[in-house]
């Protein structure tokens, strides 16, 4: 791609205010023979080509547009501003290293988990959590610290049945990001926990208490956990019953069939896959 324009009258419009509205625009002031311009010109141009689906990397020659260079008030060369909705909003002066220059502009850059989080919340939207926290799982592995991310991601594990894992993320937020979602998943939890103390799951329970080796009501208690969003719980519990008995009725099946329906990037996915074909093979 691309990103590199010579700023000209004809076309100072079109870059500094229209194409600074969807991206960042970097403004390169430099002169021709002169060495501290010729120094930073291969740096900015390493800079820009990392950033190129976020970066217009717009260069005035002040030689030649002088009065380009007054507009913006420059008086050292090289100078580089950033301009971002027709406005400048950042810059330096003088010769820096790549480092000091995409410490300067990754402040003012789309991150990479920008675009999942966006994306993820129109998966939310839709109503398709599995695929929501798949890439929220990405966006978090990205950046553990965004209360945004982690609230959108814990909502998600509600939805999927990962109730202890959505509590342990909303005990990591604090008191400022405890907004309308984070009471929403507060909700969702105690309603999920009142749906674990069904009576049918209540007498299931008591009846285990009493035959501790019944393997089909384990089998049965099994199912009833993991439609009440208890999954670890109901995984554990067939998979006991598996370890008794390889092929005990539809054990196994049902076994594979909550690990498949969980979604990718979940850790429960993996450490019960391994443990079943460690059964299996």
Not at 127 to 150: C, E, F, P, S, W
Request: charged share 20%; hydrophobic share 45%; aromatic share 6%.
């Amino acid at each position: 791609m691309n990103n590199v324009v010579d700023i000209t009258p004809e076309n100072f419009q079109q870059v500094i205010l229209q194409d600074s509205q969807t991206q960042v625009v970097m403004v390169e002031f430099w002169a021709e023979g002169y060495e501290p311009s010729q120094q930073l010109a291969p740096v900015l141009a390493n800079v820009a080509a990392k950033f190129s689906g976020n970066l217009l990397h717009a260069r005035v020659d002040c030689q030649q547009q002088q009065e380009i260079a007054g507009q913006f008030g420059v008086q050292n060369l090289p100078t580089v501003i950033l301009v971002k909705e027709g406005q400048p909003i950042d810059g330096f002066a003088g010769v820096q290293t790549e480092a000091e220059i995409i410490a300067i502009f990754e402040k003012h850059l789309p991150k990479p988990e920008d675009a999942l989080y966006e994306q993820a919340v129109e998966l939310v939207s839709a109503g398709d959590y599995q695929q929501a926290y798949t890439v929220l799982k990405q966006a978090h592995d990205m950046n553990a610290q965004r209360a945004d991310i982690k609230l959108l991601l814990a909502d998600c594990q509600v939805e999927l049945g990962q109730i202890k894992q959505a509590k342990a993320i909303l005990e990591t937020i604090g008191l400022v990001d405890q907004d309308a979602l984070y009471n929403s998943i507060l909700g969702k939890i105690e309603l999920a926990e009142q749906a674990a103390d069904s009576p049918e799951i209540k007498a299931l329970q008591e009846q285990l208490t009493a035959n501790p080796d019944d393997l089909e009501l384990k089998v049965k208690l099994a199912v009833q956990l993991h439609q009440a969003n208890q999954i670890e719980e109901a995984l554990e519990l067939i998979l006991s019953v598996l370890y008794k008995d390889l092929n005990f009725g539809e054990a196994k099946k049902l076994t594979l069939d909550m690990i498949n329906a969980l979604p990718d990037g979940d850790p429960l996915k993996s450490k019960y896959r391994r443990k079943v074909y460690g059964l299996l093979y």
